[in-house]
């Protein structure tokens, strides 16, 4: 099951953002055929990850939502609101994927929408394991920023 409302959404990691985080926004953007966007600066190793593999930077959140604000966004690698970046409308929000525990602050929303949430060791985990249970492979670029 690949959920419809994530098609076309904008998939956005945490602030401080880390290569699990980016990593995760990128693949889940390929899988689920959206895009990508950084929540704040990377670090130096993530910047190396994404260069090794020549992976472009994606754009910042901050800019998408100021030239599209009713863009669908997708949180990855987190839940709760003081690690989401400001720019980001809760209403907007059309899913989250996560691996970690449900703590205070996780995201209200109105509405319903696609919860993706396993104890598993790295949100690039929960991306790579979607792809094989789809019978998908991921692009050489994903695959060897997640590992």
Not at 72 to 100: E, R, S
Request: proline share 5%; aromatic share 6%.
């Amino acid at each position: 099951f690949l959920p419809e409302a994530l098609s076309g959404a904008y998939f956005v990691g945490h602030l401080v953002t880390d290569l699990d985080s980016v990593g995760g926004a990128i693949g889940a953007a390929e899988l689920y055929g959206g895009k990508a966007a950084l929540a704040s600066e990377v670090n130096s190793e993530t910047a190396f990850a994404l260069e090794e593999f020549g992976v472009t930077l994606p754009p910042k959140i901050e800019d998408v939502v100021e030239e599209n604000p009713n863009a669908k966004i997708c949180l990855v690698d987190h839940q709760q609101t003081t690690q989401m970046n400001h720019a980001i409308n809760p209403d907007q929000v059309v899913g989250c994927i996560d691996h970690h525990a449900l703590q205070n602050k996780t995201i209200v929303t109105d509405r319903p929408i696609y919860i993706d949430i396993r104890p598993w060791g790295s949100m690039s985990t929960i991306i790579a394991h979607t792809f094989l249970t789809h019978n998908r492979r991921p692009s050489i670029s994903v695959a060897g920023r997640g590992l």
